[in-house]
């Protein structure tokens, strides 16, 4: 079974992830915003791919507050994790944020928030495991 791991600090748009991935693309999903958990799931092997909220309010790492960019950078920078796909989701979706996001973060994609064709969502992020696990 495929897991994904959300990474999110608004429970809301948590649910919906979930509900989401669960019905449209029988994915199984888990979550946390706390940066060291983020890394140890990571490190685990257990998920096949990461959504990465950019605007996170309450994550911390080493003391100090990073948004989604940091963690997925940290997760880039890591050869035990550098291979995991992260897709970058963010509502800050104003032109050329996902040039910006991708080049400045390494991440594997982007999606904008309001998530508005849900089969379109899915889809995307099942090809881009399905690129991983061929590549």
């Known amino acids: 079974m495929t897991t994904i791991l959300v990474v999110e600090d608004d429970p809301i748009n948590w649910m919906v992830f ?14 946390s915003e706390d940066v060291e958990e983020v890394l140890n799931i990571v ?20 003391g100090e507050s990073v948004d989604g960019i940091r963690i997925t950078q ?18 800050n979706a104003m032109v050329g944020d996902r040039e910006t996001f991708l080049k400045a973060s ?3 994609g982007y ?11 899915v889809q995307q992020i099942k090809q881009i495991i399905a690129d991983h696990d061929s590549g």
């Open 18 to 31: 979930q509900k989401v991935l669960k019905r449209r693309g029988g994915l199984d999903s888990i979550h």
């Open 43 to 62: 490190r685990s092997g257990e998920v096949s791919v990461v959504l990465m909220d950019v605007s996170l309010k309450n994550s911390h790492y080493q």
């Open 74 to 91: 940290l997760l880039k920078a890591d050869p035990e994790t550098a291979k995991l796909p992260v897709i970058l989701v963010t509502a």
């Open 106 to 108: 390494g991440a594997d």
């Open 111 to 121: 999606i904008a928030k309001p998530i508005l064709d849900h089969v379109g969502f």
